[in-house]
């Protein structure tokens, strides 16, 4: 089954851009999307399709997929910015959807 | 305003089943694929289940493969999700989610708890 590789944990100070990766083979072939968590909520779409953004999405939020890896990228970050980001694609050989593991962005 | 909301969810011994029900509102619920998704606490997101909007293309993650069945009722904008030979491992917080055309998930509930414990 495809697997996704996201970091643990990325810590970031206010004001600074924020980068979360999401690794799998050759991702950049296919769409990531990405979802915001913050604690005792459900997730929220923040990014569709690489880098499209729902309506009501600032856009701080941004995305790029090329090569092996999809990134989420958040400048001016806010503390409001601080929750856990999983990146999501469609498995296309087993019609699958798959999440990365996540990553707890901490705001300093 | 898009709406789901979960029920179904509650405390049961490993091996007895459970079944969870999604009421959506706010869109033409049989224009869209559904899913539900699963979170243990503290944990990450697995996509449980999913099923197009006329039935025809239904999937499950090999975790449950062959134990639970997803179905949908257009009529009652209703989505179902059955539970059968449940284990520990299944104790999560279930959501429901909308589908799109692009595979991701638009809209989430706020999620049923299943705990699976003797």
């Known amino acids: 089954s495809y697997v996704l590789t996201q970091p643990p944990s990325v810590s970031v100070a206010p004001g600074q851009t924020a980068g979360i990766t999401c690794g799998g083979d050759?991702?950049?072939?296919?769409?990531v999307h990405w979802y915001q968590q913050k604690p005792g909520q459900a997730p929220v779409l923040v990014v569709y399709?690489?880098?499209d953004r729902p309506s009501g999405i600032p856009e701080r939020f941004s995305g790029s997929n090329s090569g092996n890896t999809a990134t989420l990228s958040i400048s001016r970050v806010e503390a409001g910015d601080e929750a856990d980001y999983y990146c999501?694609?469609?498995?296309?050989?087993?019609?699958?959807?798959?999440f990365g593991g996540g990553t707890r962005l901490t705001v300093l | 305003e898009v709406q789901l909301v979960e029920s179904g969810g509650g405390l049961v011994q490993p091996g007895r089943s459970l079944r969870l029900s999604c009421a959506a509102s706010?869109?033409?619920?049989?224009?869209?694929?559904m899913h539900w998704v699963r979170q243990v606490p503290g944990k990450g997101l697995e996509w449980v289940s999913g099923?197009?909007?006329?039935?025809?293309?239904?999937g499950y993650a090999d975790s449950v493969k062959g134990r639970f069945t997803i179905s949908r009722d257009n009529a009652k904008n209703s989505l179902y999700l059955q539970l059968n030979s449940l284990r520990p491992e299944d104790t999560a917080l279930y959501y429901c989610?909308?589908?799109?055309?692009?595979?991701?998930?638009?809209?989430w509930g706020q999620g049923t708890q299943v705990t699976v414990s003797s």
């Open positions: 999501q694609v469609w498995d296309s050989a087993t019609d699958h959807r798959v």
């Open positions: 989610t909308k589908g799109t055309s692009g595979y991701y998930f638009d809209y």
């Open positions: 050759n991702i950049g072939s296919g769409t």
């Open positions: 399709d690489d880098r």
């Open positions: 099923i197009t909007w006329n039935r025809v293309t239904i």
């Open positions: 706010g869109f033409t619920f049989d224009d869209y694929a």
